[in-house]
């Protein structure tokens, strides 16, 4: 119960129909099942592209260590599925700041002026994807050291020196800091907790609301496969089945889930508390 992942982080924008570079079918699935419950890891990040002049350096450094996480690095750097930007930012003396396509007389005029390629957000770690929300943001090239320290995610391995970059950072921050990678191996299993607490929430809304009907005895869904909360457009998957008011094992199981939730929080808060007092 006391995963990071174990809580829905929102998501702020519609789902988006992308792919994710790493190409497995299984996180395609936790992709369109985050996304059945509206939460932030069903959504994606832009990988950076290796042009222009702008913290070139930060940027290649993130996108290697992103290919490597999820085993799709390659020597030849040609090969990397990087995003691509076209447009030439340079301001012509006749325009008042407009970007145009870049003039290189090699490249495709039909080609769209920026190509993206995509990450899926649930390969990192949901306390980072909570920090990016929490900031009002959508994607994140970097972190301070201290930030990855006070997440415990180098004792967990989940960040290594090799993730750290020792170069021109953004304005603001102070080198060295760690890139972001996608080095969450646990996602599958908080989708599980995550699909539990969206279920179990809207059955104790319909409770509230002292809806009764026929009971039904509807099955849990099989352990061992991925399915989404809800019937998703264009999506083949079956969703998991509802939970219902009049069935006393699912309003017992929800109690007791939300018990044990208030356990772990009051655990929770007491530590911070021992902390705080201990820090004085």
């Known amino acids: 119960m006391n995963s990071p992942g174990a809580t829905i982080i929102p998501a702020s924008a519609k789902p988006q129909r992308n792919t994710c570079v790493c190409g497995n079918e299984d996180c395609r699935l936790l992709t369109v099942c985050f996304q059945s419950c509206d939460d932030f890891r069903g959504g994606f990040m832009s990988l950076p592209t290796t042009t222009g002049k702008l913290l070139v350096k930060l940027k290649e450094h993130k996108l290697k260590r992103t290919l490597i996480h999820i085993n799709q690095y390659s020597l030849n750097k040609d090969h990397w599925p990087c995003s691509i930007d076209r447009r030439d930012r340079r301001t012509p003396p006749e325009q008042t700041g407009a970007t145009t396509r870049s003039s290189n007389n ?159 929080y009051k655990a929770e808060l007491k530590r911070m508390k021992d902390n705080f007092a201990n820090s004085r």
């Open 106 to 264: 090699n490249e495709d005029k039909d080609a769209p002026a920026i190509e993206r390629s995509f990450i899926a957000n649930h390969h990192f770690n949901p306390a980072i994807l909570q920090t990016i929300v929490d900031q009002g943001k959508s994607s994140i090239d970097c972190m301070p050291v201290d930030l990855i320290k006070e997440l415990g995610l180098i004792e967990t391995r989940e960040y290594t020196a090799a993730d750290l970059f020792d170069g021109k950072v953004p304005k603001g921050m102070t080198s060295p800091v760690y890139v972001a990678v996608p080095s969450y191996k646990n996602a599958r299993a908080d989708y599980k907790m995550v699909a539990d607490r969206w279920r179990m929430a809207k059955l104790l809304k319909e409770l509230r609301q002292t809806r009764r009907g026929n009971s039904t005895l509807a099955p849990r869904g099989e352990d061992g496969i991925l399915q989404p909360v809800e019937k998703r457009p264009r999506v083949k998957e079956d969703p998991l089945p509802g939970m219902h008011e009049d069935n006393i094992d699912d309003v017992v199981r929800a109690a007791c889930f939300f018990a044990d939730e208030a356990d772990f």
